[in-house]
């Protein structure tokens, strides 16, 4: 059977951070898991451009899926992300310098979009790899949440599915404990 593609996005650094493990997570993934050939995409942290070209890679390499990966500083299990919702309210600038305050990020489109991919069993195989993970209810109102929402607006009704994976700071969790959670939260799609 022919493998089924899946987008795996990563972030550039921001903030005061000056690494992201978002990135270099996926960056050591290998190309195959399971049923999946990965095509992998380092995004900037900023509004707008880094769901801009996360949709363009997606048609691009003609994904059937993308799983997109963030840091959430201060979480210290690796938390899917339930849902993606319409707002933009940043605490610190994105990396173009945008800091957004409570706008939403289409004012015409719906208030929320769930994930389209199993997160839950995602969240389950996680914890069965011995990995610590949680189900999150929130993926925030930054770039991550803008990235989440903007790909499930874009592929609603359509057979591309999407999801979001934050993990811990590496002084929270390892890196290998965070690329095992991703191998397991792939394999479980
Ligand atoms: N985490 C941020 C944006 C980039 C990243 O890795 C977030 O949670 O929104």
Same mark, same amino acid.
């Given at each position: 059977m022919e493998p089924k593609t899946l987008l795996?996005?990563?972030?550039?650094p921001f903030g005061s951070e000056d690494r992201n493990p978002s990135w270099e997570a996926v960056d050591a993934l290998?190309?195959?898991?399971g049923a999946w050939k990965l095509c992998k995409l380092l995004l900037p942290v900023e509004f707008d451009r880094a769901a801009a070209l996360a949709i363009r890679a997606?048609?691009?390499?003609?994904?059937?899926a993308v799983l997109s990966v963030g840091l959430a500083a201060g979480r210290t299990a690796v938390t899917p992300e339930y849902v993606g919702v319409n707002v933009r309210d940043?605490?610190?600038?994105d990396n173009a310098?945008?800091?957004?305050?409570?706008?939403?990020i289409d004012p015409n489109g719906p208030a929320a979009f769930f994930s389209t991919l199993p997160v $839950?069993?995602?969240?389950k195989a996680i914890q069965d790899a011995g990995v610590p993970a949680k189900l999150s209810y929130t993926a925030g109102?930054?770039?991550?949440?803008?990235l989440l929402y903007s790909?499930?607006? $874009?592929f609603s009704g359509a057979a591309v599915r999407a999801a979001f994976v934050h993990i811990p700071l590496e002084q929270d969790l390892p890196l290998d404990r965070s690329i095992r959670a991703l191998i397991a939260a792939i394999e479980a799609i």
């Open positions: 795996v996005t990563g972030f550039m290998p190309e195959r898991i997606a048609e691009a390499c003609r994904a059937d940043a605490s610190i600038p310098g945008q800091k957004p305050a409570g706008e939403p $839950r069993a995602m969240t109102t930054y770039v991550c949440n803008d790909l499930l607006k $874009r």
